[in-house]
């Protein structure tokens, strides 16, 4: 029997399943997902080969559980654009981004898994496919959610695909911030106030040309 070790006496309370999740996220940091064998795990976690299999089935199973662990933990820390209700479009949309840039500085570790995930080998597994759709099909309806406002005329209306393709560059951006966090510790925090100033203009200069 594998022998414990601090990883898992400090989980004391935790289930197996939260342990065995715990060593896989330190793993994958320190060693990618693919240099993570599952003995690894074991060694880490200080918990046999056949829990690792019982909860999760085999190691991408552990990468689709962790991935979406990883999402519940950041998503009760996001904000909801709807929380800045009572705001003007603009300051509403530069509070939600705010507030996600805060988080996501407090978590580094999820885009980057995120996006490691989405391109790696192992990204057209249904597990892995699927989580990651989730999470970014949620993403995706936030930056609509915060964007649509500060775009829509003195009618109510709004510019729905100009939109759609904000959101994405808008989360294009981010993940490349994940990239430059990693290597130059860039916070995203830091690029709240450029990316505010863009949607500014975009939403000024679509303005004019409506009158």
Not at 92 to 98: A, K, L, N
Not at 164 to 188: C, I, P
Request: charged share 20%; aromatic share 8%; net charge negative.
């Amino acid at each position: 029997m594998v022998k414990g070790n601090d990883s898992a006496s400090s989980a004391a309370g935790s289930s197996s399943r939260d342990v065995i999740l715990d060593a896989a996220r330190s793993l994958i940091t320190s060693q990618g997902y693919d240099g993570m064998a599952v003995s690894d795990l074991c060694a880490r976690s200080g918990l046999p080969a056949s829990s690792i299999y019982y909860h999760f089935g085999n190691k991408l199973g552990v990468l689709a559980a962790l991935l979406d662990r990883t999402f519940n933990e950041l998503h009760a820390l996001f904000p909801n654009p709807a929380s800045f209700d009572d705001r003007e479009p603009l300051e509403r949309f530069e509070t939600w981004f705010s507030a996600a840039c805060d988080s996501l500085d407090r978590r580094p570790d999820y885009l980057r898994l995120l996006l490691a995930v989405s391109v790696g080998p192992h990204k057209d597994a249904e597990s892995v496919r699927t989580t990651v759709r989730r999470i970014r099909d949620y993403a995706h309806a936030s930056w609509v959610d915060a964007l649509t406002p500060v775009f829509a005329s003195d009618s109510g209306e709004s510019d729905g695909p100009f939109v759609e393709q904000l959101a994405v560059l808008g989360r294009a951006m981010t993940d490349g911030l994940s990239v430059t966090n990693s290597f130059d510790g860039t916070s995203y925090s830091s690029h709240v106030a450029p990316f505010v100033s863009l949607v500014r203009g975009l939403a000024e200069e679509r303005a004019r040309a409506q009158v």
